[in-house]
């Protein structure tokens, strides 16, 4: 991999400088991507972005940027998106900062202030090589800036027409993924946790993960499969629990519930009744388990309340240390609280209802 450092003054850069929102944005007379596809979009606040001018109009040192180089001679920005379109945005009259006490636009600077910007050497590597190579110096330097996430990250490796479409469905503000599941999906769509979420969903349909769909799919030419799959989701979601409650539903994990479940037959009458009556169990300690819980009756989605170690000495005692399966002595702390009556039969955890039983008697009794 060939990596060069260059100085390109601030008005090569904001040449051509179009922002198309999460449409996209460019710069250098219209050759330099400064938001390609595995970029996050503008996160800098205020104050962040304030400084980056601030720095540049000081004629202070700002940190390098890197760039890579495409075979057709366009660049992507690989680090330094963000203090490329705070420059961009500030050489455009977007915003004002405070110089000399008072509020400034770059329109409103002298001739000789706006030729020290234009003038100003950004320090950029350009970085010429595979996209494996190009990726992995992409990690490296992201260590020290604000962190990608995850699917950012991947969004890197398996650009493409299929990745394109894809963002338009999950990775937009307002995007048709927010329009129909934005109340069941937890993230948000411009830090690509809705497409991540939608993307792992399918993939386990296929037993296989993310990064594995993504390489499949990297040269689709549309993204209908995700989709449509996403949108069948979410139909048997509102289908199957058709009141919505939104601190127990959002950011489940629906889509692996559907790949497991959606064959089963559910009434969602009774469905519904029954999460009324599990909600008002004081034994639920993981209330946002209830709905796993009701596809597939493993209790251990709900969190059942244990016996407190009050309610366990008293059992203990009462048994003289006896197990009442096998009716062997043994210490307390070799044998375990159990329900007498098991809770989905009605039992409480109350101290009526516990006893002890040795550890092999209560394997064998969660096993039966």
Not at 166 to 187: E, M, R
Not at 194 to 219: C, F, N, V
Not at 274 to 289: A, C, F, T
Request: proline share 3%.
């Amino acid at each position: 991999m060939k990596i060069k450092l260059h100085e390109i003054p601030v008005r090569d850069v904001v040449n051509g400088y179009i922002d198309s929102a999460e449409n996209g944005v460019v710069g250098y007379g219209g050759k330099l991507n400064i938001r390609p596809p595995f970029q996050r979009e503008f996160i800098y606040k205020e104050k962040q972005r304030n400084e980056v001018v601030n720095t540049v109009m000081k004629n202070f040192p700002l940190n390098v940027m890197y760039w890579v180089k495409s075979d057709d001679g366009t660049y992507e920005v690989l680090d330094g998106q963000q203090r490329t379109i705070s420059i961009c945005q500030y050489a455009n009259d977007d915003f004002s900062i405070v110089v000399d006490g008072y509020a400034r636009k770059f329109g409103n600077l002298t001739q000789s202030e706006q030729e020290q910007i234009y003038s100003y050497p950004l320090m950029i590597y350009i970085c010429e090589g595979t996209d494996k190579e190009k990726l992995d110096w992409f990690k490296i330097i992201n260590i020290a800036g604000e962190q990608l996430t995850a699917q950012e990250l991947r969004n890197a490796v398996y650009t493409g027409e299929w990745l394109t479409e894809s963002k338009k469905y999950f990775s937009k503000t307002q995007c048709p993924a927010y329009q129909i599941a934005g109340d069941y999906l937890s993230g948000k769509a411009i830090r690509q946790n809705y497409l991540e979420t939608a993307i792992k969903w399918i993939a386990a349909r296929d037993g296989i993960e993310i990064e594995d769909y993504m390489s499949q799919h990297q040269h689709d030419t549309n993204c209908n499969e995700l989709w449509l799959y996403f949108q069948t989701v979410i139909n048997w979601v509102k289908a199957t629990f058709p009141k919505y409650r939104g601190k127990l539903m959002k950011g489940l994990d629906w889509g692996i519930y559907y790949n497991k479940y959606a064959t089963n037959s559910y009434d969602p009458k009774q469905l519904e009744q029954r999460i009324v009556e599990l909600l008002d169990d004081e034994d639920i300690s993981n209330q946002k388990g209830i709905y796993e819980y009701l596809l597939d009756g493993n209790e251990k989605h709900l969190n059942i309340r244990t016996f407190s170690s009050k309610m366990s000495r008293t059992a203990y005692e009462r048994q003289k240390g006896i197990c009442p399966k096998c009716g062997k002595h043994f210490e307390i702390e070799e044998m375990q609280a159990d329900h007498i009556t098991p809770w989905s039969k009605g039992g409480k955890t109350i101290s009526d209802n516990c006893q002890m039983l040795c550890a092999d008697c209560n394997r064998r009794k969660s096993n039966i």
